[in-house]
């Protein structure tokens, strides 16, 4: 066989996601997306039944969008617009969250209820129509064998032993992740002595016992702070036991959430689950083909629904670039930038803020500088998780954004999903930026400014105004009318601005627009600096 027909055959192999959990579901429908070949394997014949993870925030609500998911998610979810906060002792509100306030970054200024054991079933749904035969249950990875262009990977099936020749592996397989334990990866961290008691309960807390607390309220108390979550078809607690503590019966549970919740009609307990609470972080994320994902590369402590949230930041951020590097248009230091991404913002900005948010339910710590007075700087850095990847290598990034009304974009920032006109209707950008980078040139076309006229399947070029491109400008089928400078406003930027957006949706540059030539050079010089390769041509 020819040098090149075995390449032919490589770049055919799949990539393999290991785990079926929400990760490795979001991860593979991601894929799919980029059309890259995906094949997942799960070693239960059946997904989890577990009660879980129940939060889901606005930004992973962006990510399934994105994915083609969101609709058969928010179908099966409870919307929520207010996170709350009280003090358990007085049930008075100490600083709650609107996320409303947020109608000027997303069209998901909301969070969502939904328990883990429901929402896999539905991604699981969504890839098996969006890539039929893709998942494989019952196939647990015994070993795998990295060579220089694939990896072979054993699994055990009921019928016997399976080889499988991939392109790359992705391990969303958890917190205790085989893939990182044979690779020799090192975790780092510490395990609670205090576990989480999580208990469903049917209780009627809006009619016949109304309480009228936000659908996702968090209790904080020195002695035994809790949460309490209103989902699709139940009413949810979670308080802390102490270490050694065994696990309560039915009875001392009812008489438990009595004391929360008060004196009411009825209650029945539906399911419990305890779980341990793990703050641990891989040492690295990459090794070679291979890529740690989710609970793989780090388990947060699940305070502010960052546990499952974060884990949805890799399957943002990944995906994209396996793409590029399939399609030719990117060289492997793409893949490198993964880590050095999603690391900080999983290890200094998720653990850390959970970590912290964890003493102030306990009324440990004092002020969080994640919550200030400002309501936007609050629901932004809770809901969209304040997210500004260090693009550029700096060091720069940040999980946190404070005050009462939005600031200024910045690279890095996750861009602002608002609505431009163009010669067809209404489009987001997030959704112009879905499978491309896109190059977005803030000027005025009144005065007909020469941006660069030649697309790159890799990446799309527009021009944005609020001066709506006339027919016979030549401009037509390149312009966004930006009504109000609405958009330009947002960015908190002045005219003659070119933005660069990657497909993940954050801003991978801001400079000057220049003319059409160095407009066409900045963008092509911008986008080998991040791709290590020049920009392929339509």
Partial sequence: MTRELVQA??????????GAGPIGLITALGLVHYGVPVVVFEEDHELSLDTKAGTVLTRTLEVLHRYGALDEVLSASLRVDEIGELDRATNAPTLSVRTGDLTEDTRFPFVINIPQHHLEPVLRTTLEKNAPGVLHMGHRLVSFTQHEDHVELMLETATGERRVRVRHVLACDGGRSQVRENLGITVEGRTLEER????????DLDVDDPRD??????????EEWMILVRQPHCWRFLYPLAAGRPEPDRDELAAKARRFIGDIESLEILGTNIYTVHHRVADRWHDGRIFLMG?????????WALGLNTGVLDASNLPWRLAWVLRGWADDSLLEAYEKEQAPVAVQGSGEMAEAARAYMDRRGGALTAMTDGNWGNAFTRALLGVRLDVDGAGDWSMVKTGDHPVPVTPGDRAPDLPLFGPEGQVYLHDLAADSFVALYFTDTRRRPGIPMHDSPALHQYVVSRWDAPHDSGLRGRALFDPGDRVRRRFGISEDTLVLIRPDGHVAAMTSCGSAESGQDRVAELYERIA???LPQA
């Avoid at 607390?213 to 020195?222: C, E, M, N, Q």
């Avoid at 609970?295 to 305070?303: G, Q, R, V």
């Fill in 196 to 203: 989480y008691m999580l208990v469903d309960l049917k209780v």
């Fill in 295 to 303: 609970d793989a590369a780090h388990l947060i402590t699940p305070m």
């Fill in 9 to 18: 055959e490589v770049a055919q192999l799949p990539t393999a996601v290991i």
């Fill in 532 to 534: 290590g390769r020049p």
């Fill in 213 to 222: 607390y936000p659908y996702l309220a968090y209790f904080g108390d020195p």
